[in-house]
Every structure is written in structure tokens, then in C-alpha cells.
């Protein structure tokens, strides 16, 4: 089956005081190694993910050099080697309407032992649902007709209301380390326009505006934020609104990369609110040669409800546990947000500072996740009490991406032109996969037992469940979330989104009622929901 918006059925319930200890977080490394370096990952099937790297000298092979795409099989953790004609080096990407995957732009570069290579900048790679649950006969389509309007390395792309992509900012040719031949400006994808869209926020929000953090609100706009500026852009009026900067000289864009989401949208209202954590306090105005990898990263989080009373009052601060930058957040269906990755000093890149480690612009690697509870008090929402802690560093080019097992994909980390491995490397390029598992992975679930092929805007739907008798209790808490599972990559997660349905079970507890989003705006259309 192709992929689809994932729904995910929560249930909590209270337990005797005498049952057993309940399961924690913990890391799980794989036996198999992924083979390239899993700088983007997004999930594509309900049995596979698919992870881009550049053109490099990854030890994974296809027709006779090495890959840099290839599918990961979430029930046996193999790796599958895809083919690829462009350099997908820092490309966007996201779900179309049709549950095709677009990867956009990329690098301009080859790769010595690697000839086939063609320039990425202007590419556009499509990866169609594909039935084979194990990935064979699944295929990258690339036609050198079908491009971009300009040339976009370190660009985002989020899905809109209409099903579309938004594609936003990106630089032409590489650059050592601050953007210094931008594309300010906008398209779409599939095409709309003969001309790119000009954006004054990107221009202003330069040097550092690189992967430009883009939210689709409710009412069919786009929250973005690029260094530490702010706009909502309505995409139907083209027309750029500035917010509040983000507190406290705060950056938050490549080459300080902060993490940043919306948080989840409940009925009836569905108000938006967005999150960013990290990044970094630095001037964007020193010169590269005066920065160094102990600089520390930002601890700070900063809150905003994007209504005309929340843009008011402003962006509300509070900090994690420690400084990161290169981090990801990502939504777990029950609301809660996991922080993951990331170093606590530097920044992003390689080679471009002074006291490098090894390659590394950063250091100090984050090995201990944390939780962020959105309706927790100010100052209690952040939590790692009884989080595992990895010793697999995941820096510069890691990715990290929710399955639709429930469990996190954790891979990637690679602050080095190429491949460099070793003992005494202490930021390795990194070919170990793990998963991170919450600790309902190994208790008894609730299951949907089958759905609608499509499921329209709107509507009062009833599916068949299954559920464990630990949970079939009268008391039992019932929270049903649609998830968009996004695309990760440099501490982004393009198009996430998490939105909760009103549910009710039924009294013989054999059915699930819900009631879907009320129009595309809320949730992007897919695969599976749509008018």
C-alpha cells in the first residue's frame, strides 16, 4: 500500500498499585548499518523509510559505486541501495497530495570514483507509493525536464492546503559556511507560476537563512521563521506579515540550526502554536574565522500562539536542560514532543571555525533526550527524568523520524567531507542505526483492524478496533491524532503535524468513532484525506 496519514489510537488508564514496574524509554541499536549516511529520512510506506545522502564514498553499492539513496525496511532493519541521478547533498523535501514523495534541489557538485553524478540544485527526485511492502521494484524517478525554476541548495518545503508544496528560500551554489548566493524567494511544486516569488523576509533574515522553518496554520497560511525573524505568509495574496523576532538575539536558521514545530492542533479551534528550542545567541555578523566550536549553543525555547491575541503577547521563553543546536523536535502521538540529537556547542557544518573537532564545527554531542509536555506549567514542561542515553554521537547530518510503529528512527551524523571512520574519530561518519522505543512498544495496543481507502473532510467515521484488556476499562483516556510523519533533515522536520480528533468507543468497545478535520487547511490532503 502507499503511504497514508497515520492515525494513531492513545489510551491510558490507571493500574493497581501492585502491578509491575512500567517500561521505560530505551535505545536499540541495529545489527544492520545503513550503508549510507541518513541525512534525510522520511518515511514512505507503512514498512519503509527513505534516507538521502550526497554523492559521496558511502560503503553501500549500486551498479558498480556507491548509493546515496536507499530504502530502510522498519520490520527487518535491512537496507535497500537506490538508484540516483542527481546529488540530493541538503535537499528538502515532502509528501505531495498523491502520497509521492519530492525530494528538492540539492548539491551542485560530483564526487571523485563517483562520474554518473549530475548536479542536484535544480533537481527534482519523485519516489511514488510503491506496493512492495520489502521495497523491491520501488523506484526514484528523475527527468532532467522536470526542474525547479531556479537553482535551490538548503532549501524547505512543506505541503499546503491545496496539496501542493511550498518551496522556500536555498543558495545556488555551495558556500562555506553563511549564505552568500541566496535565492530569496519562492514556487511551488507542481508548478503554478513562470517566475519565482521574491521574498523581502529572506532577504532581510540573511546571512543565516538557510532551510527556512515553514508551518502550515489552520487558515491556509505559513508561519516562517529564518534567522531570528518571523513572518505568516499568505500564500493565495502573496503577501509577507512580520511577527515578533525571536527573544533574546536568538538564531535559529542553517548555520545555527535550532529545532521547531507546530505543536499539536485540537478541535473545534484548532489554535496554532509554535515551538523553537535552540540554536544560538551568536551575532550573524562576525565573520566566520572569528567563530569557534565551543561557542555554546542556545538552551532557549520560545512559545508562540499564532492568533492576533497570542502575536500581542509575544514569544513566551522558557529552556531545556542544556543548550543544542542541530537537535530535532518531533511529535509522539500523545501529544507529548520528544527533543532528540544535536551538539551542545558550535555550529553547523564542517571545517569553517576555528578549533575544529577533527572536522566538526560543533561539539559536545546531546546523548540524552528529553520530553516537552505542551500543557504543562511554564517551567515544568521539560523533562528527561527516565530518558535512556545513547553513546552514538548525532550531530552535523543526522535525521531522526517517528515510524508508524510508534517508535523512532534515529540515524546518520556526518560533520566530514566524505566518509571518515576510525577510533579516534570522534565524529565518525556514522552508519549505525538505532531506534529510540517509548515504553508503550512493548506493552499490549489498541489496533484499527481496517479503513476506508479514502476518508473525506469533515465527516463522522467509524472503523473496527481491537482492544487490549488492560485498556478496556469504562475510565480509559481516548485520544485519536492524524499525523503527517514529515521530512527530517539539518534539525527540521518539514511538514509535521499532529492534529486530534474528537473520538468516542464504542459500548461493546468494538468500535472507534471519529471525527476527521473539517477541511484541507487543517490538515494538508493526502493520499487518504481529502474533500
Not at 548536479?119 to 519516489?127: C, D
Not at 528523475?142 to 512543506?158: C, F, G, H, K, Q
Not at 545555527?256 to 509554535?274: G, H, N, Q, T
Not at 523512532?408 to 576510525?422: C, R
Amino acid at each position: 500500500m502507499g503511504l497514508f496519514s497515520l492515525l494513531f489510537v492513545t489510551l491510558t488508564a490507571s493500574f493497581a498499585s501492585g502491578a509491575p514496574a512500567a517500561p521505560q524509554w530505551s535505545f536499540n541499536v541495529k545489527n544492520t548499518t545503513s550503508g549510507i549516511v541518513a541525512l534525510e529520512s522520511i518515511v514512505v510506506s507503512p514498512t519503509l523509510a527513505l534516507f538521502f545522502d550526497r554523492a559521496s564514498d558511502d560503503p553501500l553499492q549500486i551498479n558498480g559505486h556507491s548509493a546515496w539513496g536507499a530504502l530502510w525496511n522498519l520490520e527487518s532493519s535491512t537496507i535497500t541501495a537506490l538508484d540516483v541521478v542527481t546529488n540530493s547533498f541538503c535537499a528538502g523535501g515532502a509528501l505531495l497530495s498523491n502520497g509521492t514523495m519530492a525530494s528538492i534541489g540539492g548539491d551542485q557538485t560530483g564526487f571523485p570514483g563517483n562520474p554518473i553524478i549530475k548536479p542536484g540544485n535544480q533537481a527534482i527526485r519523485l519516489l511514488g507509493p510503491c506496493a512492495s511492502p520489502t521495497g523491491e521494484g520501488c523506484t526514484l524517478f528523475e527527468d532532467p525536464n522536470l526542474t525547479l525554476l531556479v537553482e535551490r541548495w538548503y532549501p524547505s518545503a512543506i505541503r499546503i492546503f491545496d496539496g501542493s508544496l511550498l518551496i522556500a528560500g536555498g543558495m545556488h551554489v555551495e558556500a562555506v559556511f553563511y549564505n552568500v548566493d541566496p535565492e530569496n524567494s519562492f514556487e511551488f511544486f507542481p508548478r503554478k507560476e513562470k517566475t519565482v516569488r521574491p521574498s523581502a523576509f529572506l532577504e532581510r533574515a540573511l546571512p543565516a537563512n538557510l532551510f527556512p522553518r515553514q508551518f502550515a496554520l489552520p487558515d491556509g497560511r505559513v508561519l516562517m521563521i529564518a534567522n531570528n525573524q518571523t513572518i505568516i505568509y499568505d500564500v493565495e495574496e502573496n503577501t509577507e506579515t512580520a511577527l515578533p523576532d525571536i527573544p533574546n538575539g536568538v538564531r535559529v536558521t542553517n548555520p545555527m540550526d535550532a529545532a521547531a514545530i507546530l505543536l499539536p492542533l485540537s478541535p473545534p479551534d484548532y489554535i496554532p502554536e509554535v515551538l523553537v528550542c535552540g540554536g544560538t545567541a551568536q551575532d550573524d555578523r562576525v565573520p566566520v574565522e572569528d567563530l569557534n566550536s565551543q561557542i555554546p549553543a542556545s538552551s532557549q525555547c520560545s512559545r508562540l500562539t499564532v492568533t492576533p491575541e497570542g502575536i500581542a503577547k509575544g514569544w513566551e521563553v522558557e529552556h531545556m536542560l542544556e543548550g543544542r543546536t542541530m537537535h530535532e523536535l518531533l511529535h509522539i502521538p500523545n501529544g507529548q514532543l520528544l527533543i532528540a540529537n544535536g551538539a551542545g556547542t558550535g555550529f553547523a557544518g564542517f571545517n569553517s571555525v576555528q578549533e575544529t573537532i577533527g572536522n566538526s564545527n560543533a561539539d559536545h554531542a546531546v546523548l540524552t533526550p528529553s520530553l516537552y509536555t505542551p500543557d504543562a506549567p511554564l517551567g515544568q514542561r521539560i523533562s528527561n527524568a527516565g530518558m535512556p542515553t545513547t553513546d552514538i554521537a548525532r550531530v552535523y547530518h543526522s535525521s531522526i523520524t517517528l515510524t508508524p510503529q510508534g517508535n523512532f528512527l534515529v540515524a546518520g551524523s556526518n560533520p566530514n567531507n566524505g566518509t571518515v571512520t576510525g577510533a579516534d574519530v570522534k565524529f565518525p561518519s556514522e552508519f549505525r542505526v538505532e531506534t529510540l522505543d517509548p515504553p508503550f512498544m512493548s506493552m499490549p495496543r489498541p489496533a484499527i483492524l481496517s479503513m476506508p481507502a479514502k476518508i473525506p473532510f469533515g465527516q463522522s467515521v467509524t472503523v473496527p478496533i481491537s482492544l487490549p484488556t488492560s485498556l478496556s476499562s469504562p475510565e480509559a483516556k481516548v485520544q485519536v491524532a492524524l499525523m503527517d510523519l514529515g521530512f527530517s533533515t539539518h534539525g527540521f522536520h518539514a511538514s509535521a503535524r499532529l492534529v486530534f480528533m474528537e473520538a468516542a468507543i464504542s459500548e461493546d468497545q468494538k468500535s472507534l468513532t471519529f471525527v476527521t478535520p473539517p477541511n484541507g487547511r487543517v490538515y494538508p490532503p493526502d493520499q487518504r484525506l481529502s474533500s
